[in-house]
């Protein structure tokens, strides 16, 4: 049964920095490209970046560029996103996912999730 659990979430001040697990079981990280998404509240959920389980190429958001990071440990069963310089604007549920098709057109990333989800963890980030 595959399953995905976010932890890492938390209130942080604004140009903080936190770091999400997804940890995976049921499955390796490289069985399948892994993203991460977040949701407002009344929002349509976004992507925010993925790692491609063939060659762990990297995609990321254009408002994350450059900030957040996203990694794999295969003997840990994780997957990370490692979020600097925090805004209050990043607040959200954020979510990893499995089966992710990541693409670049131009510098626009595209993330379709087709797999399982994790149950979110709520990062705040608020003076």
């Known amino acids: 049964q595959v399953q995905l659990v976010e932890s890492g979430g938390g209130l942080v001040q604004p140009g903080g920095s936190l770091r999400l697990s997804c940890t995976l079981a049921g499955f390796m990280p490289n069985d399948y490209a892994i993203g991460w998404f977040r949701q407002v509240p009344g929002t349509e959920r976004e992507g925010i970046s993925c790692?491609?389980?063939?060659?762990?190429?990297?995609y990321y958001a254009e408002f994350v560029k450059g900030r957040f990071t996203i990694s794999r440990d295969n003997a840990k069963n994780t997957v990370y996103l490692q979020m600097n310089s925090l805004k209050p604007e990043d607040t959200a549920v954020y979510y990893c996912a499995t089966k992710v098709v990541c693409s670049y057109r131009g510098n626009h990333a595209y993330f379709r999730p087709y797999g399982s989800w994790g149950q979110g963890t709520q990062v705040t980030v608020s003076s």
């Open positions: 790692i491609a389980n063939y060659d762990s190429s990297t």
